[in-house]
């Protein structure tokens, strides 16, 4: 079947524009995450779905970042504002219930 | 979530057994080994993952301490395609909640 899914595969934007990171989530699977990857680093959790509800948004570094799953099954990461510094591969990962996470290829994205 | 000790980088030649180690002297009772890979420019793929027994799938075998503070992954053997990233990661199983990756072991499997 089909796995998880992100749009775009590559976003390059400009210092201070916003973005929107798309993932599709594995049918059925109840349980969402997003991560972010810099170079040479293991993926840092960010944000948690658990349905519809945000379960643990502890990872967000901060306000400029946001995400919705608003149909408890695509998620959209939002980040407003951006930086240099949030250049970096975004992947989300998909479960159902509690079990191993699925992830996506990632979104590739570069802030000039 | 229990912090875990991997190598940086090892190699291993196609065809032999790749063993890699972990170390996670903190873990507590409840909390699981697991292993994630990551092949270059590709998301994290589960392997495999135990409590206290061994444990073997189609992908490697797992191979836990008595005492759960250290564990070997081991790929029987290893084909060019499994160069990757291996992450080691403890947490406790069933949580729902997210993975503390580190920054793994990088394998490189060569002719």
């Known amino acids: 079947g089909a796995g998880v899914s992100q749009t775009p595969s590559n976003k390059v934007t400009e210092k201070g524009k916003y973005v929107e990171l798309r993932c599709d989530p594995i049918s059925g699977h109840t349980a969402l995450y997003w991560y972010r990857q810099s170079l040479g680093q293991g993926p840092e959790f960010l944000i948690y779905f658990q349905g519809t509800g945000a379960a643990d948004d502890s990872g967000l570094p901060n306000d400029r970042f946001f995400a919705v799953r608003p149909e408890g099954s695509v998620s959209t990461l939002k980040i407003q504002r951006t930086e240099r510094g949030d250049s970096a591969v975004y992947l989300c990962?998909?479960?159902?219930?509690?079990?191993?996470?699925?992830f996506g290829p990632g979104t590739r994205l570069t802030v000039l | 979530d229990a912090k875990t000790t991997q190598p940086p980088s090892m190699d291993c030649a196609e065809g032999r057994a790749a063993n890699l180690p972990c170390n996670h002297s903190?873990?507590?009772?409840?909390?699981?080994v697991y292993w994630y890979r990551q092949i270059h420019s590709q998301g994290p793929q589960y392997i495999i993952h135990g409590l206290k027994n061994n444990e073997t799938n189609e992908m490697a075998s797992l191979i836990i301490t008595e005492d759960r503070k250290s564990s070997t992954l081991i790929l029987p053997h290893a084909t060019l395609r499994d160069t990757a990233v291996y992450y080691c990661i403890v947490r406790v199983a069933n949580s729902g909640y997210a993975l503390n990756f580190g920054k793994g072991t990088s394998l490189l499997v060569t002719p």
């Open positions: 990962a998909s479960s159902q219930g509690k079990d191993e996470q699925f």
């Open positions: 903190t873990i507590s009772g409840n909390e699981y």
